[in-house]
C-alpha cells in the first residue's frame, strides 16, 4: 500500500484591504492580521518585528505613493500577497516625502530560496509601478484587478 | 517566547543583516529602487537579543553561522533543509515542546515547521 501525504490546495489570491491608519506603525499591524487570518503566518509577532527591522534597514517606499515590503521568514507558511490602500496616504519616511497610498506586504516562506522572494517582490514592484495603475486600483478597488496583475507571481 | 522562538528570532534578524551586509544581495534591492543602509542600529539589536539568550546554545548557533551562513534550519517532514538529513522519528518534538534540537547531520539548531 502506498500512502501519500496531500497537502490542500492553499488560496494564494492576494487581498485588498483599506488601511484605517495614517503611520507605518500602526499599517504593518494591520497587514500582519489579514496575513495570519488567511493562514499564511505563524509568530505574527515576530513577523511584524521584522518588518519593522527591514525599515531600519532603509525605507521599502519606493516613492510617487508606493510602497513594497515583505518577509522571507521561517515564520511564514504560504506564500501571499496584501495590498493595502489608503486614500488619506501613510507616512512612510519616503525619500521622496510623498504619502504612501498603496502598500504590498510580500510574505515568502523560508523554506523557499532567497532568490525566490526577491522575484516575488520583482513582480509586485513591476505590477505596481506605474501611476496609472496604482490610481485605477484607489479608483477601483477591486480585488480581481489585483490578482490579475498578479496572476503570473512566482510561488 | 520559549527558547526556540528567540533563536527563531535571531535567525531571522541574521537574515536582515546578511542582506544588508553582502554586496550582491544589497545590489539587487537597490535595483529595484530600495535604500539599503548600514544596519548599525540592527546590529545593537542583535547584541541585546543575543545576550538574553542561553551561551551554549548560542555558540553552537553562531558556530553554524559563521559555517553555513545560517545558524538555524527548518525541518518540513523530518527532512533537515539545511543538509536534507532525514530525521530519525525519536527526533520529532512534542507538541508545545520548547527544548532546543541540533541536526545531527549538520549541527545546526533545528525548527520543526
Known amino acids: ?29 494591520q497587514l500582519v492580521a489579514v496575513a495570519r487570518e ?19 534597514i532603509g525605507s521599502t517606499s519606493l516613492g510617487r505613493g508606493l510602497a513594497v515590503t515583505g518577509a522571507w521568514s521561517l515564520c511564514v507558511r504560504a506564500p501571499r500577497v496584501v495590498v493595502g490602500i489608503s486614500s488619506r496616504g501613510l507616512e512612510w519616511d519616503a525619500e521622496d516625502e510623498a504619502p504612501v497610498h498603496v502598500v504590498a506586504c510580500v510574505f515568502t516562506p523560508g523554506a523557499s530560496p532567497e532568490a525566490l522572494h526577491l522575484r516575488r517582490v520583482e513582480g509586485v514592484v513591476a505590477a505596481l509601478r506605474l501611476q496609472r495603475t496604482r490610481q485605477r486600483l484607489l479608483e477601483r478597488r477591486d480585488p480581481a484587478l489585483l490578482e490579475q496583475w498578479l496572476r503570473d507571481l512566482p510561488r | 517566547m520559549n527558547m526556540a522562538e528567540e533563536f527563531l528570532e535571531l535567525h531571522e534578524l541574521d537574515h536582515l543583516l546578511a ?41 553552537i548557533y553562531e558556530r553554524s553561522l559563521g559555517r553555513y551562513g545560517s545558524g538555524l534550519s527548518a525541518v518540513r517532514n523530518r527532512v533537515c533543509l539545511g543538509c536534507r538529513l532525514t530525521l530519525p522519528t525519536a ?16 549541527g545546526r539548531l533545528l525548527y520543526w515547521t
Open chain 1, 1 to 29: 500500500m502506498v500512502i501519500a501525504e496531500v497537502s490542500p490546495l492553499l488560496d494564494t489570491s492576494p487581498d485588498l484591504l483599506e488601511l484605517r491608519h495614517r503611520r507605518l506603525g500602526s499599517a504593518l499591524p
Open chain 1, 38 to 56: 488567511r493562514g499564511a503566518l505563524v509568530h505574527p509577532e515576530l513577523v511584524l518585528a521584522q518588518l519593522a527591522r527591514r525599515e531600519r
Open chain 2, 19 to 59: 542582506q544588508a551586509r553582502d554586496p550582491a544581495r544589497a545590489s539587487r534591492w537597490r535595483a529595484l529602487g530600495y535604500r539599503v543602509a548600514t544596519p548599525a542600529a540592527l546590529l545593537r539589536e542583535r547584541e541585546r537579543l543575543a545576550q538574553r539568550l542561553d551561551r551554549r546554545w548560542l555558540a
Open chain 2, 91 to 106: 527526533a520529532t518534538p512534542v507538541p508545545g515542546e520548547a527544548h532546543l534540537h541540533l541536526c545531527e547531520g549538520c
